[in-house]
């Protein structure tokens, strides 16, 4: 370069520290992980995608550690560069001439003889090495993606030639040296769950998306404010942008022009929305495409496709699913995993883990890049149809595998996969050809429907093939089973008060159970007609009608057996169980239920079984024995909690509560309803398909209420209502006898400090590491080693061991109270 051109370039990517970010909002977290990392590390990369906030978070990181660099904090911008030559002469150029306290008898490099250390012998990055020995400094590296091995290379050679030296650097990759230490710099706002839902915002005050967004709207209008008005259209402007701090600022410039709510309602078309960014802002920096646009460039060739491919997918893909729909036409199938990590590493698929699997996902605005790119290559139809065949591949599995060993692991993985399956039957109901096989596919995914508590949706997806599949067909036969057991579920869960609503439904139920009776007989489909009887049972029993219930349970158990069914004959079992505990015959009661495990067990099954089981410590428990029955009740609970079965898991623990008051554990009793409080508003559920089981629900109340008295009954409910869901599930499976919280003495003092105590009770309302630190204002690293501590003085290995402690601290203390 001429030494005009040198000049020019190095004031474009050297930019003066200022003392304090002024524009730096939220991130408290984050910025205490930096300090402490530039604290322990020589090298510090923050990774994410582009736009996140890495080179302002290292700004402020840097400005409130500049007084421990004696040398000073140099910031270089690397954008504009193009080779390693260019690096090192700005980074020369921005950290200046060698300082006059360097003493001259600072050693040379020891890879060089003191013959060749002549300013002629020495490369530029030798020389560059010689003049930093010494210095006690901090260097920002900002945006080395495009550069990532020079700047690997650059690193490594003055790390070891200035050992006071630190290197703060960004880039949408690791640079990959062996003394980086990463910090991944997430978006503002966490990412969806599976259905493709978004957890509740905190309030608008304290979330940081939301703040972000007013700090720049303030800078446009500076009257702006969050109102109740335009709260909503704010909130979601931030979820739309996926809590991107730069697109949250492009968007805020909107406001010139656009109310929040006009704004909020032109986000489908993102791309062209959010532009004009800050002209003396970096050109990648000034719209939301310039900015994707950067990675893009950034990927290889099968990477872009990798990427445009995986935008069909909605909350998330696992790596056999990125196999099966992406691989073929330029991708083989053994390529996908390294593509995979390429893309993690470049920060645009963001991985997740789960207990079984990894997962990925895209970012909403990096999924609509990827589909724009595909619908520009002509693919997106193919790839649909694609995504579409694994789904009801998937689905069909399932309902394969619904009585068996492999059932669990089939059902969960449908929890995961929501978003996905109702991209796959949008797919199917958008196209008047591939309306039967979405009929299909959305009856085969009755259960989900069920454990999911996605009644209504499931109701919708059949009653639009119905509406189509009009002849007398065995799909149309099983849909309307479908549809009828769902009504059935959706009635029992109609809100006190929906007399009306709750009798439509029962109609609505037996009109459809009626015609696939009649289909069932005219097909000659004997598993038609037995759950034709079991629905119809359900139905009688939430007419108040036991005795007929019974009578079609009986019918549907025979027709069960002849057609070798063992779900259909397992579900009647349950409920001719349930339905002779209700007559008052907890005897006939005990041997339908122990019929059923026996069953279960014949064929490695687990989730009917644990129905059965619950079933089974209803009827001891209306027997008698309350011991047998709570054990039974427990076993059941720690199965449907594993597989994310809500509505399983507040039976079981409905059931407890009934128990407890039976027996006269009244604190107990209340607190287990007030855990049930907050999971029945939670899931919108109630002991939804189990009719007059409510009955016991309101006797446990009634009983609570007597035992306790008023205050002290509300007391307790308002406790269970408040724990967390890990204390809450500990606390139903304490395993203590009545006799023994009789009698229970003061407890031991506790081994935790103050500062522990209230951590362990942050751990116990289910928060995680780093949302522990961000409310105690302290540094995850730190919230680990208090966690650790906890482990250690009460002999646990798990946090789930902390919660239960917690709460039986808690319950102690109440009953202390109490006395």
């Given at each position: 370069m001429?030494?005009?051109a040198?000049s020019?370039?190095t004031r474009r990517q050297?930019r003066?520290?200022?003392?304090?970010?002024?524009?730096f909002?939220?991130?408290r977290?984050e910025l205490a992980e930096?300090?402490r990392?530039l604290?322990?590390s020589?090298?510090v990369t923050?990774t994410?995608?582009g736009g996140?906030?890495k080179?302002?978070?290292?700004m402020?990181?840097?400005?409130?550690?500049?007084?421990?660099f004696?040398h000073?904090?140099?910031?270089?911008?690397?954008?504009?560069?193009?080779d390693s030559?260019?690096?090192?002469?700005?980074?020369?150029?921005?950290?200046?001439p060698?300082?006059e306290?360097?003493?001259p008898?600072t050693p040379p490099l020891?890879t060089?003889?003191p013959?060749a250390l002549t300013?002629e012998?020495?490369?530029?990055?030798?020389?560059l090495?010689?003049?930093l020995?010494g210095?006690?400094?901090?260097?920002?590296?900002?945006n080395c993606e495009h550069l990532?091995?020079?700047?690997a290379v650059v690193?490594e050679?003055l790390?070891?030639s200035?050992?006071d030296?630190?290197i703060?650097?960004?880039?949408r990759?690791?640079l990959g040296?062996?003394?980086?230490?990463l910090?991944?710099v997430?978006?503002?706002?966490?990412p969806?769950g599976a259905?493709?839902?978004?957890?509740?915002?905190?309030?608008?005050?304290?979330?940081?998306?939301v703040q972000?967004f007013?700090?720049?709207?303030?800078?446009v209008?500076?009257d702006f404010?969050?109102t109740e008005?335009?709260?909503?259209a704010?909130?979601?402007?931030?979820?739309r942008?996926?809590?991107?701090?730069l697109a949250?600022e492009?968007?805020?410039?909107?406001l010139?022009?656009l109310?929040?709510q006009?704004?909020f309602?032109?986000?489908?078309?993102?791309?062209?929305?959010?532009?004009?960014g800050?002209?003396?802002?970096?050109?990648r920096?000034?719209?939301l495409q310039?900015l994707?646009?950067?990675?893009h460039d950034?990927?290889?060739?099968?990477?872009?496709?990798?990427?445009?491919r995986?935008s069909?997918?909605?909350?998330g893909l696992?790596?056999?699913a990125?196999?099966?729909?992406c691989?073929?036409?330029?991708?083989a199938r053994?390529?996908?995993i390294?593509?995979?990590?390429g893309l993690v590493?470049?920060s645009?698929?963001?991985?997740e883990?789960?207990p079984a699997e990894?997962r990925?996902?895209?970012?909403?605005?990096t999924?609509?890049?990827?589909?724009?790119?595909?619908?520009?290559?002509?693919?997106?139809h193919a790839?649909?149809?694609?995504?579409?065949?694994?789904?009801l591949?998937l689905s069909a599995?399932a309902?394969?595998?619904?009585?068996?060993?492999a059932?669990?692991p089939s059902?969960?993985?449908?929890?995961?996969e929501h978003?996905?399956?109702?991209?796959a039957?949008e797919?199917c109901?958008?196209?008047?050809?591939e309306l039967?096989t979405g009929?299909?596919?959305?009856?085969?995914l009755?259960?989900h429907?069920?454990?999911?508590q996605?009644?209504?949706?499931?109701?919708r997806?059949l009653?639009r093939?119905?509406?189509?599949?009009?002849?007398?067909?065995?799909?149309?036969?099983r849909?309307?089973?479908?549809?009828g057991?769902l009504?059935?579920?959706q009635?029992?869960t109609a809100?006190p008060g929906g007399a009306?609503?709750?009798?439509?439904?029962?109609?609505?139920?037996t009109?459809?159970?009626?015609e696939?009776?009649?289909?069932?007989?005219?097909?000659?489909?004997?598993?038609?007609?037995?759950y034709?009887?079991?629905?119809?049972?359900?139905?009688?029993?939430?007419?108040g009608?036991?005795?007929?219930?019974?009578?079609s349970?009986?019918?549907a158990a025979?027709r069960?057996?002849a057609a070798?069914?063992p779900?259909?004959?397992?579900?009647?079992?349950i409920r001719l169980?349930?339905?002779?505990?209700?007559?008052?015959?907890?005897r006939r009661?005990?041997?339908?239920?122990?019929e059923?495990?026996?069953?279960?067990d014949a064929?490695?099954?687990r989730?009917?079984?644990?129905y059965?089981l619950l079933?089974?410590?209803?009827a001891?428990?209306?027997d008698?024995d309350?011991?047998?029955?709570?054990?039974?009740a427990k076993?059941s609970l720690?199965?449907?909690?594993?597989?994310e079965d809500s509505?399983?898991?507040?039976?079981?623990i409905?059931?407890?509560?009934?128990?407890?008051?039976?027996?006269g554990r009244h604190?107990r009793?209340?607190?287990l309803l007030g855990?049930?409080?907050t999971?029945?508003?939670a899931t919108g559920a109630?002991l939804?398909?189990?009719?007059?089981?409510?009955?016991?629900?309101?006797?446990?109340?009634?009983?609570t209420?007597?035992?306790?008295?008023?205050?002290?009954?509300r007391e307790?409910v308002r406790?269970?209502a408040a724990?967390?869901?890990d204390?809450a599930?500990?606390?139903?499976?304490?395993?203590r006898?009545s006799?023994?919280?009789?009698?229970?003495?003061?407890?031991?003092?506790s081994?935790?400090?103050?500062r522990e105590t209230?951590?362990?009770?942050l751990v116990a309302?289910?928060?995680s590491?780093?949302?522990?630190?961000t409310t105690?204002?302290i540094a995850?690293?730190?919230a680990?080693?208090?966690?650790?501590?906890?482990?250690?003085?009460?002999?646990?290995?798990s946090?789930?061991?902390i919660?239960?402690?917690?709460?039986?601290?808690?319950?102690?203390?109440?009953?202390r109270?109490?006395?």
């Open positions: 001429s030494g005009a040198s020019d370039s050297r003066e520290l200022p003392a304090e970010v002024t524009s909002v939220g991130r977290h930096v300090k990392l604290s322990a020589r090298m923050l994410g995608m996140v906030g080179t302002r978070l290292a402020r990181a840097a400005g409130e550690v500049r007084r421990a004696r000073g904090v140099s910031l270089v911008e690397l954008a504009e560069l193009d030559e260019q690096l090192i002469q700005v980074i020369s150029t921005v950290m200046g060698p300082p306290t360097q003493t008898e020891e060089l003889s013959e300013p012998a020495l490369t530029p990055l030798e020389q090495a010689e003049e020995r210095r006690q400094a901090l260097l920002i590296l900002d990532l091995l020079d700047c690193a050679t790390l070891r200035a050992p030296l630190r703060l650097a960004t880039s990759q690791a040296t062996a003394s980086e230490h910090l991944s997430p978006p503002l706002l966490p969806p259905d493709g839902s978004r957890s509740p915002l905190r309030s608008s005050a304290q979330n940081e998306a972000l007013t700090d720049r709207a303030r800078a209008l500076p404010a969050v008005s335009n709260r909503d704010v909130e979601g402007i931030c979820r942008l996926d809590g991107i701090p949250i492009l968007a805020a410039m909107r010139r022009a109310s929040a006009e704004l309602d032109r986000l489908d078309d993102r791309f062209r929305l959010v532009t004009r800050s002209p003396a802002a970096p050109p920096h000034r719209t310039a994707i646009d950067w990675s950034l990927c290889t060739e099968q990477e872009r496709l990798l990427w445009a995986a069909v997918f909605s909350g696992d790596l056999e990125a196999e099966a729909v691989a073929g036409d330029g991708i053994e390529e996908i390294d593509l995979v990590t590493d470049k645009v698929l963001i991985r883990e789960h990894a990925y996902h895209l970012l909403e605005t999924r609509q890049y990827g589909l724009n790119r595909l619908a520009e290559a002509g693919d997106e790839l649909r149809a694609r995504h579409r065949d694994h789904f591949r599995e309902r394969a595998r619904l009585f068996g060993p059932q669990a059902l969960t993985r449908l929890i995961r978003a996905n399956l109702r991209a039957l797919y109901f958008a196209d008047p050809a039967t009929l299909g596919m959305a009856a085969d009755t259960d429907w069920v454990i999911g996605h009644l209504a949706e499931g109701r997806w009653d093939g119905l509406a189509v599949e009009t002849g007398p067909t065995e799909l149309r036969a849909a309307l089973l479908a549809g057991r009504a059935l579920l009635a029992d809100p009306s609503a709750r009798d439509g439904l029962l109609g609505e139920a009109a459809m159970l009626e696939s009776r009649a289909l069932g007989e005219r097909l000659g489909r004997p598993s038609i007609l037995g034709a009887d079991l629905y119809t049972g359900m139905l009688a029993g939430l007419r009608d036991a005795e007929s219930a019974v009578k349970y009986e019918e025979a069960h057996r070798d069914d779900a259909g004959l397992a579900t009647t079992l169980s349930l339905a002779h505990c209700l007559a008052g015959d907890p009661a005990v041997a339908m239920a122990e059923c495990i026996e069953l279960c064929h490695g099954e989730w009917y079984r644990a059965a079933t089974l410590g209803i001891t428990w209306r008698g309350t011991r047998r029955a709570t054990a039974l076993q720690r199965f449907t909690r594993s597989i509505l399983g898991v507040g039976a079981g409905e059931v407890l509560a009934w128990i407890a008051a039976a027996e604190q009793a209340a607190q855990i049930l409080q999971l029945w508003r109630t939804a398909g189990f009719g007059r089981l409510m009955d016991f629900h309101d006797r446990c109340e009634s009983t209420r007597q035992g306790l008295g008023e205050p002290a009954f307790a406790r269970g724990l967390g869901p204390t599930l500990g606390y139903a499976l304490q395993d006898s006799a023994e919280e009789g009698r229970e003495e003061a407890p031991a003092p081994p935790l400090t103050r209230e951590i362990a009770r309302k289910g928060l590491n780093k949302e522990i630190a105690l204002t995850q690293r730190t680990e080693g208090h966690i650790e501590h906890i482990l250690g003085k009460l002999g646990f290995n946090r789930t061991q919660a239960v402690w917690v709460g039986e601290q808690q319950e102690v203390g109440a009953k109270t109490d006395a």
